[in-house]
């Protein structure tokens, strides 16, 4: 596998930090507002299984456009949580509900309860985590037995498609975005889906962790997915 991009805390919220302003207008752009779809699909899936839905959390919360999304399900409390300041900032401006509290938390030491959580989403931010594996194993421990892990992100491809896709998303996408955000982050995105774990990697690294897969969508050209992820109770 290739070499991962740093992906230290400090780079991690320092480089958010800095396209926070451009974000939104940038994932929407790139997306063709796809993206948007994406979200609310999650939503009407965990409707139409009727899964438990008092206390969320959305960690790598960004701007919170998922957090947004998740409110129409009328859950007792959402926590937010980001390491990137600025980002959640946006987020208190754009998202306004007595419901949603915001937290700023790494994903490999969050500062909650055991089985606290009836669902914890993430929204194209797990492939950030400095250590997928730690950050897995600490997302278990504070979802309530049977609770829920929903993550939508782009995972490492193979094939022809792929390779458009990686044109694409390698070339066109980091020169407009570091144009427009000031920013070399976008490229630094691009190393960060290339360097990833594939899906069928992922889910085994998921079911060591202590989760089974329910159910998996592939979005777009099997690279964009989300994952349905169930706490198992058998360990």
Request: glycine fraction near 6%; charged fraction near 30%; proline fraction near 2%.
């Amino acid at each position: 596998m290739k070499e991962s991009p740093d992906k230290s805390k400090s780079k991690i919220e320092s480089m958010f930090d800095d396209i926070a302003p451009a974000y939104d207008r940038l994932n929407h752009l790139f997306t063709l507002n796809i993206d948007i779809k994406w979200r609310k699909e999650i939503v009407k899936y965990i409707r139409k299984n009727n899964y438990s839905r008092e206390v969320l959390l959305d960690l790598a919360t960004g701007t919170g456009d998922l957090s947004r999304e998740l409110l129409s399900l009328s859950p007792l409390k959402i926590y937010a949580a980001d390491i990137s300041r600025k980002m959640l900032d946006i987020q208190k401006i754009k998202v306004n509900s007595d419901r949603l509290i915001l937290v700023r938390a790494d994903a490999q030491s969050l500062p909650f309860d055991d089985e606290y959580f009836d669902i914890v989403t993430i929204g194209f931010g797990v492939r950030n985590f400095e250590n997928t594996e730690i950050s897995l194993r600490e997302i278990n421990r504070v979802l309530k037995k049977n609770g829920k892990l929903i993550i939508l992100e782009m995972f490492r491809g193979e094939g022809f498609k792929t390779g458009l896709f990686n044109l694409y998303f390698g070339k066109v996408m980091p020169y407009i975005g570091n144009k427009i955000s000031g920013s070399s982050a976008y490229s630094y995105l691009f190393r960060s889906v290339d360097t990833f774990l594939n899906v069928k990697e992922f889910t085994d690294l998921s079911s060591k962790c202590n989760f089974e897969t329910d159910f998996l969508k592939n979005n777009f050209l099997g690279i964009v997915n989300t994952l349905y992820l169930t706490k198992k109770t058998d360990c």
